[in-house]
């Protein structure tokens, strides 16, 4: 019994010793991806009706719509986050004011990188998320895809977005497709 009670006190003063890891996140950029999630939570929170107009394949098609899968439809605007550490120290960072705006350019050092360019546009005063523009490009010896993504939002909610891009595939024509989205 006395070799239990040494076995586990020294099993929980291992314990103890231990760091924890770290669960703070560090931000090296403006962190889009927590922004694009606070969006989709209150989207899903309290449905809205968007009037949404999709082009693709030669063909358009405008409707309303309040059952959107937000997580799928955002996608690009997720994927054009560039808070992560493995992208530290490789994009050029600027700043412009324009009236009440202030802009967070962040441009791509190399030509590989996914996100060329991002433009976040905040509130000079409350930095509150006004809008968001991005340009992506993926290109390699089977596809190649370009995409511009714009997004505006209001008292923090989303107003509008548009999604405009061009994707390629190796020996087939490429194809074009439009999304745009107002909150009605």
């Not at 009706?49 to 937000?70: H, L, P």
């Not at 560039?82 to 412009?96: H, V």
């Not at 991002?118 to 490009?137: D, F, H, P, R, Y």
């Not at 290109?139 to 939002?153: A, H, I, T, V």
Request: charged letters at 30%; glycine letters at 2%; aromatic letters at 12%.
């Amino acid at each position: 019994m006395k070799k239990i009670l040494i076995v586990l006190s020294f099993s929980l003063f291992l314990k103890a010793c231990q760091t924890p890891e770290s669960t703070v996140k560090v931000n090296y950029y403006y962190d889009l991806e927590q922004k694009v999630n606070e969006q989709i939570q209150l989207l899903k929170s309290s449905p809205v009706m968007f009037q949404k107009a999709t082009y693709a394949e030669g063909r358009t098609e405008v409707r309303d719509v309040n059952d959107i899968s937000w997580e799928k439809e955002l996608a690009f605007f997720l994927h054009a986050n560039i808070n992560k550490s493995a992208f530290r120290g490789l994009y050029k960072e600027s700043q412009i004011t324009s009236g009440d705006t202030l802009f967070k350019i962040y441009e791509a050092k190399d030509l590989d990188l996914k996100v060329e360019k991002l433009v976040i546009g905040l509130s000079k005063n409350t930095q509150e998320l006004w809008s968001v523009q991005a340009k992506t490009c993926t290109d390699n010896y089977l596809y190649s895809s370009q995409r511009e993504l714009k997004m505006y939002c209001s008292n923090n909610k989303l107003q509008s977005y548009y999604i405009k891009g061009k994707q390629k595939m190796i020996f087939s024509d490429p194809e074009y497709f439009e999304i745009k989205a107002k909150r009605k």
